[in-house]
């Protein structure tokens, strides 16, 4: 891992919110798995069309949910692509939704191992 970057997944952080119950760790992320790639592709979608309005909005949504389960890396690259919408910078927001896509495929790889 870089110097500085965001730990992809922090389970001891996630353990401790949900009161170390393994299960209901696990319940969570399932969920999160199956909601990310929806708001990663309608990311891409409203890329397309230039909704920056929609961009912001499933940003957001996707940077709340990286929170949630202490994936940290992902979280903080939602929050560029916000930061980019609210400098409306569509080059620059295109360039984090390929980042972003990077990030969730590696912190599904690495759920996939550590789990």
Known sequence: MEKNKP???D??????????DQDLLVEIVEIFLE????????LKQAMGVKDLDLIE?????L????????????????MAVEQAVKQND?????????????????LKAHLSEHM
């Open 7 to 9: 730990a992809i997944f």
């Open 11 to 20: 389970k001891a952080e996630m353990l401790a919110r949900v009161d170390d």
């Open 35 to 42: 909601d990310a790639p929806i708001r990663i592709d309608k």
């Open 57 to 61: 909005d499933q940003a957001h949504a």
């Open 63 to 78: 940077k709340g949910a990286s929170a949630n389960i202490s994936a940290h890396a992902l979280q903080q690259c939602a």
């Open 90 to 106: 569509t080059h620059k927001i295109s360039e984090l939704i390929a980042v972003l896509e990077d990030e969730y495929t590696a």
